[in-house]
């Protein structure tokens, strides 16, 4: 089996990086700084960076990185690969070089996603010290936090997560917009090899950003109203109010990034013993709040 530890670090395109460097100096309250490449990185703890924005023609996200313990491990998930008869692409050094990391394979998984399998990433561990103020992001062994993605081939890409990459099946949520008459959407939340109660999730519909949201947690939830208060002032476009999720028990607020998917910005979210878990339809989003019609009012008006 292929053993993920974690989502390492995601990866976009922006047609305007000064955009993308205000958004994350003056809203998340992360550290943006701009490689020699002319990349900008966003560092929102000890790692070099967890956002990789290139400049491009496009507003959209353009990889998820996963990470895995060593070249044991590495070696391991290029076998499991070749076994299933899956096409990879080993990273070249330039590659390599600008994700700062040893070793790097791409594949695809049927929706078309591009997925990174790295190890050993480099650090000089300087000390994170946010521009906001804020105190923490929940990351370590946790991973960066949760991306989801877009899989309109649905059972093909469920299929390739679980078998290939080796994700479990943290729980089920069947969308019916129009209601039980309606046509059901669905969306998979998977976990892999650590306590976060997802790190992907697949949702059975199309993104034209190339993702439909990635997920930060901070830890204390005075740090969420902060940075909602932010937002507002930055002029950044709410797409979903506060609120606390059924699932992983996130309270969380949503806003649109520049490069078009939604950032989800939350605290305390579930931490799982998987040996205990037991793997459930829940049959709505959130416990209270999450009004998700203010992004669509916005984007209409």
């Known amino acids: 089996m292929m053993e993920i530890r974690g989502l390492a670090y995601v990866v976009a395109e922006s047609s305007d990086l000064d955009r993308w460097v205000s958004y994350a100096r003056d809203v998340l309250g992360m550290m943006p700084s701009t490689s020699t490449d002319g990349d900008l990185l966003i560092k929102m703890d000890e790692r070099q960076f967890r956002f990789q924005v290139q400049p491009g023609r496009n507003d959209k996200y353009l990889a998820s990185g996963w ?12 076998k499991v690969l070749d076994a299933g008869k899956v096409g990879y692409e080993l990273g070249s050094a330039e590659l390599c070089a600008k994700r700062q990391v040893q070793q790097l394979a791409v594949v695809r998984d049927p929706s ?5 399998i790295v190890w050993g990433f ?5 000390h994170f ?3 906001q103020g804020v105190s923490k992001f929940i990351t370590g062994d946790y991973g960066l936090g949760h991306t989801v993605l877009p899989a309109p081939d649905f ?8 078998d290939v990459l080796g994700f479990g099946l943290s729980d ?5 917009p129009a209601g039980d008459a309606g046509p059901t959407i669905r969306i998979h939340f998977f976990h892999c090899e650590n306590a976060r109660h997802h790190s992907l999730a697949l949702a059975e519909f199309p993104a034209p950003s190339g993702c439909v949201h990635v997920m930060v947690e901070v830890d204390n939830m005075p740090e969420v109203g902060r940075a909602m208060d932010r937002m507002k002032a930055q002029n950044v476009q709410l797409t979903a109010t506060l609120g606390q999720h059924t ?6 607020f ?5 490069s078009n998917f939604d950032v989800e910005y939350g605290f305390g979210g579930a931490i799982v013993d998987w040996a205990q878990h037991i793997t459930h339809e829940f049959t709505a989003v959130s416990l209270w709040g999450h009004d998700f019609s203010v992004g669509r009012t916005a984007e209409n008006a």
């Open 129 to 131: 010290a946010s521009p």
């Open 155 to 162: 059972d093909k890409t469920v299929a390739f997560v679980r």
């Open 122 to 126: 480099k650090s000089d561990f300087t």
């Open 112 to 116: 078309g996603n591009r997925h990174e």
């Open 172 to 176: 089920i949520y069947n969308f019916k």
């Open 67 to 78: 990470e895995v313990a060593n070249q044991e491990a590495f070696e391991q998930a290029l």
């Open 247 to 252: 699932n992983d028990k996130m309270i969380s």
């Open 254 to 258: 949503y806003m649109r990034s520049p």
